[in-house]
DNA sequence: ATCCTCCCCTAC
DNA sequence: TAAGGTAGGGGAGGAT
């Protein structure tokens, strides 16, 4: 999952160039390409000769002489410079240019710089045919084997120059990966071990509840137990939660190769030595600089890891970092993340081991396939880490916690050949503390008559939630250990800390912790950063890179069904001061971080529309490119996409529902009858409830501020669906039974289903387990104002983010409409009768808007200020005046439940 | 009051 | 050389 190119951009499924995010901007991006050659073009120059007019260059990747040299030679010589690539560029300038953007060159010729330099030294214009980059353009070729056309048989021209120069360059290239490169966000992902940790955490949270949601509620190894202990059932009246953590995992596993190191002090790392191989004395004044001013702008009181005054980092100290080292090193105060340069110094003898990502995913893997077959009451917390609830184990088992710790424990080591650690107590917290003290190697439990001794000896620091910017505020308030925060004041505590931190590290001092395990992980955010090897030297490449993380976002999105509506982009901006080369080589070094979101309120998951939108904030932040050291895109405000046709063919295998309509039928629109066989909102208007009349075009222009479009639930696209049931019976049909369903409205329908399909269901649309809506009083007339969400704190944060949260059956209802699901080939679609029927479906006040032009008005109208009903009436138009000249097919007929509010 | 945005903090 | 990611909780302060 890591590999993915960037390069699927340019392809649509049927492999036609397709746009590239800029059609609809075609007139901003003239006009933008028109001032560059303006700028170009007023410049103060000198002009020494004229041999290449009419030549338009673009300079693709790393050259030499650079991009900004040969923009001078251009001009000084009467050529021109592109920033872009447009219809009249002629040559394309490379030294080394990888598939990925081979593709998208086209007809132009890709050339090497000496055709330049040689053509100025000669002061005429030479056959650039003899200085192609590669022999054969149209094929494309796999990416590290493009035959280069050897310059050994230049004549007199590189006889003036040293031919070294463009191949020391070619090679420098293709060593020094930065981000300019296109492959480099696979191949830096493949080495990153905090990637991989973050990456791992994700698929076992979701694996867990994967498991969860097809289990047969068997578990082989808790069965074999029970026969081989031969005990008999016990009672265990309390929880017991269990905590497993494998002992620095990295160096375990790297161990099972090594067998010879064991016992001894040994470290993780990229690189085999502390030390670098450098010769530039000037490194150790740049690297005092960039510490000097990394001290200076710490928040007083924390701590870094990066700049310790009592392990002052030399010049020449490997910069590479620990990602674990074995507890014999971590005596001679070896930490994990520590530079390895300061870690040799500690401990001279240290042995480094390389990186074994496969042996990490496959024994997480290992660990969790052998716990899952006792349980899968698991929150995995990392890929070496996890809570169980055990309680249910022991009781079958009739184990002592201390007999089922050692079974498991022992089986661990088995099959992963990796030591453990296990804790238990009866929250997490303890479980997690009783694992501290059983490290390395070891269990315990910690008795819920012991916890208030035990925890009054445990430092604060050892506290989770407690880094080293709040321990620096506790340490502030004079209190070290938990037992002086049992007989502390709460309040003195909230005030520094704030409210919950505050509360939460009381309760924990206390040995209290009420937080349930989850089993069931719902995502909230998603994001790519790269804060590492960020070195543009042209705008393009910045641009590139961006795209590069907005095919990564939009991949990971539809991996897990999801689509977004918040985009936020994360810039590392080299700080004022610091040193231009940092110390770690092409690290970040000392930054301003810039968070800046877009204002959104439609769903995207496009990779296109993801660019675009990060690249229309990257230009509005008016940051300079060179001086970027990190890019990250986060989107959030995630949102499940609506289920198309598996569930919905599953629940019509079932006969939970019968399938009628296949396609969409004009005349006889399913609202229809959904509408007058369940409830009364007829067409006239008068008596409706205010909520309901906020989505009145007659009102619109001035409802858009009413209370309806206020609250979190609404100012998004909302859906649910159903097949249409051709069986009338006053709504109560399948029909209705499959949206009630759908809505989570009535649990009753719910628990009478076949156990199979409330299931699936409930894998749908978990977040509704506890309904928010009671279906009684949303029936009363007056439902003005929207439910109070405070009222529903109780349930879970994401309870108040349902889809379904806040909405009346009135509203929902009224809400119900027709999403017509767009595919990429609009040929046989008849704009007419799509035309027709969306006239019809104003007329009937219905929220109407097709997905694909959504996107279309979203496009065009970015900064729309409207409602959505304005919304829908400039689709109409945009349809009328032949704007939107084709629809996508109609496959699917789906009511969505639609309420957006644009901004 | 309640939201949203832009941070900071923490954990692995 | 080196691979400084990612997700979630939450607070300050402005907008409404």
Not at 106 to 130: C, F, H, M, Q
Not at 463 to 490: D, F, H, I, W
Not at 559 to 566: F, P, S, T, V
Request: charged fraction near 25%; aromatic fraction near 8%.
């Amino acid at each position: 999952m890591c590999g993915r190119g960037s390069n699927t951009r340019f392809k649509d499924k049927k492999g036609k160039d397709i746009d590239d995010g800029f059609d609809h901007w075609g007139g901003y991006m003239a006009a933008k390409r028109a001032k560059l050659l303006d700028q170009f073009h007023s410049d103060n120059i000198v002009k020494l000769s004229d041999i290449f007019s009419g030549v338009r260059i673009l300079v693709n990747g790393l050259t030499h002489p650079t991009a900004a040299e040969l923009k001078n030679l251009m001009a000084t010589h009467g050529g021109e410079f592109h920033m872009y690539q447009t219809s009249n560029t002629t040559h394309i300038i490379a030294s080394n240019l990888p598939n990925v953007k081979i593709k998208h060159l086209g007809a132009v010729p890709v050339v090497k710089p000496a055709w330049i330099t040689e053509s100025i030294a000669l002061n005429k214009l030479l056959d650039y045919s003899r200085y192609l980059l590669y022999t054969n353009q149209s094929r494309l070729q796999p990416a590290l084997n493009f035959p280069v056309i050897s310059n050994q048989k230049f004549e007199t021209a590189s006889e003036f120059l040293e031919k070294t120069k463009t191949s020391t360059e070619t090679t420098f290239s293709t060593a020094t990966k930065t981000a300019s490169d296109p492959k480099f966000l696979e191949e830096f992902y493949s080495n990153s071990r905090l990637h991989l940790i973050a990456t791992l955490g994700a698929e076992f949270k979701l694996l867990v509840g994967q498991l969860r949601d097809k289990s047969d509620g068997k578990f082989p190894g808790r069965e074999k137990l029970i026969v081989e202990k031969g005990k008999l059932p016990s009672t265990v009246p309390q929880s017991i939660i269990m905590h497993i953590d494998m002992d620095c995992f990295f160096v375990s596993v790297g161990l099972r190769k090594h067998p010879e190191l064991k016992g001894k002090p040994v470290a993780i790392t990229h690189a085999r030595s502390g030390v670098i191989n450098s010769n530039d004395p000037s490194k150790q004044a740049a690297r005092d600089q960039e510490f000097a001013l990394y001290q200076e702008r710490l928040p007083e009181g924390k701590t870094s890891r990066v700049v310790d005054i009592t392990q002052k980092i030399d010049g020449l100290a490997s910069m590479s970092e620990i990602a674990s080292c074995s507890y014999e090193a971590r005596k001679y105060g070896l930490k994990n993340g520590m530079f390895l340069g300061q870690a040799i110094k500690l401990c001279p003898e240290l042995k480094t081991l390389p990186y074994d990502f496969e042996g990490y995913k496959e024994v997480s893997n290992t660990l969790y396939n052998t716990v899952a077959s006792y349980t899968l009451d698991i929150e995995a917390v990392s890929c070496d880490e996890m809570y169980v609830d055990v309680k249910q184990i022991l009781l079958d088992t009739g184990l002592s916690v201390d007999e089922w710790a050692t079974h498991i424990r022992n089986e661990i080591m088995e099959v992963t050949g990796c030591p453990c650690s296990t804790g238990f107590g009866s929250n997490r917290l303890q479980a997690r503390l009783a694992t501290r003290k059983a490290k390395p190697g070891g269990q315990y439990y910690l008795e819920p008559q012991n916890v208030e001794s035990y925890m009054s000896e445990i430092p604060l620091a050892d506290l989770p939630g407690v880094g080293s910017a709040t321990l620096a505020k506790l340490r502030n308030l004079a209190y070290n250990m938990c037992g002086e925060l049992q007989s502390g004041s709460l309040k003195s505590l909230q005030l520094e800390l704030g409210n919950k931190l505050g509360e939460r590290i009381w309760d924990q001092a206390h040995g209290n912790d009420n937080k349930p395990l989850d089993y069931h992980h719902e995502r909230k955010s998603i994001s790519a950063e790269i804060n590492y090897g960020i070195r543009f030297k042209t705008k393009e490449e910045c641009y590139n890179f961006i795209q590069s993380l907005s095919n990564e976002v939009s991949n990971r999105l539809s991996d897990i069904n999801m689509k977004a509506r918040g985009l936020t982009l994360k810039l590392l901006v080299r700080a004022e001061g610091a040193p231009v080369e940092t110390a770690k080589f092409l690290g970040h070094g000392v930054c301003d971080v810039i968070n800046k979101s877009s204002p959104n309120n439609i769903f995207f998951s496009n990779a296109d529309i993801i660019y675009r939108e990060a690249k229309a904030v990257y230009d509005k932040l008016n940051v300079p490119f060179a001086e970027l050291r990190g890019v990250g895109i986060h989107l959030s405000k995630l949102e499940k996409n609506a289920p198309i046709n598996n569930p919905l063919s599953d629940f019509l295998k079932q006969g939970v529902v019968k399938k009628v309509k296949p396609n969409l039928d004009v005349e006889e629109s399913p609202i229809k009858s959904l509408e007058s066989s369940t409830s009364k909102v007829g067409a006239s208007s008068g008596t409706k409830s205010s909520s309901v009349k906020s989505m009145n075009v007659k009102s619109r222009g001035k409802a858009t501020r009413g209370k309806r479009g206020k609250g979190p639930g609404t100012s998004r696209i909302m859906h649910t669906f159903l097949e249409r049931s051709k069986s009338d019976n006053g709504g109560q049909g399948e029909e209705a039974t499959l949206f009630k369903l759908r809505s989570q409205i009535d649990m009753d329908v719910l628990k009478e289903l076949p156990e199979d399909i409330r299931r699936e269901v409930m894998k749908e649309y978990r977040f509704d387990i506890n309904p928010p809506v009671d279906l009684e009083k949303s029936q009363k007339p007056d439902v003005a104002k929207p439910k109070n969400m405070g009222n529903l704190s109780e349930t879970s944060q994401r309870t108040k983010y349902s889809p379904f949260a806040n909405q009346t059956w009135e509203q929902i209802k009224e809400g119900i409409k027709i999403w017509i699901k767009s595919e990429t080939d609009p040929s046989n679609v008849d704009v007419e009768m799509l035309a027709d029927h969306l006239r019809q479906l104003a007329l009937d006040r219905r929220i109407e808007i097709l997905q694909s032009c959504f996107n279309f008005l979203h496009r065009n109208f970015s900064k729309l200020s409207c409602s959505w009903h304005q919304a829908y009436f400039s689709l109409v138009d945009a349809v009328q005046q032949g704007m939107v000249a084709r629809y996508g097919k109609v496959l699917h007929l789906e009511r969505e439940f639609f309420c957006c509010h644009i901004h």
